[in-house]
């Protein structure tokens, strides 16, 4: 998720309906995927899963149930 990670409301209610492991940020998710694909186009990843590892290397995510168990 992006910005609507934000809503701690939102965060629990998406864990507890859907029962899926949740993660949140970068709040700029939208910026973020728009460059990675770009990148991608023009071979600087060499697939979707390096550019993923990367992202999430690069932006603080937070699993929803870690902080929810706090």
């Known amino acids: 998720m992006g910005?609507?990670?934000q809503?701690?409301?939102?965060?629990?209610?998406?864990?507890?309906?859907t029962g899926?492991?949740?993660?949140?940020?970068?709040v700029e998710a939208?910026?973020?995927g728009n460059i990675m694909a770009q990148m991608l186009?023009?071979?600087v990843f060499e697939d979707l899963?390096?550019?993923r590892?990367?992202?999430a290397k690069s932006f603080e995510v937070k699993?929803?149930?870690?902080?929810m168990d706090e």
């Open 53 to 55: 590892r990367v992202v």
């Open 30 to 32: 939208t910026a973020i």
């Open 41 to 43: 186009r023009d071979d």
């Open 3 to 5: 910005g609507g990670c």
């Open 7 to 17: 809503d701690k409301f939102l965060d629990r209610l998406l864990v507890e309906v």
């Open 20 to 26: 899926k492991e949740v993660y949140a940020g970068p």
């Open 63 to 67: 699993r929803i149930a870690d902080e």
């Open 49 to 51: 899963k390096e550019a």
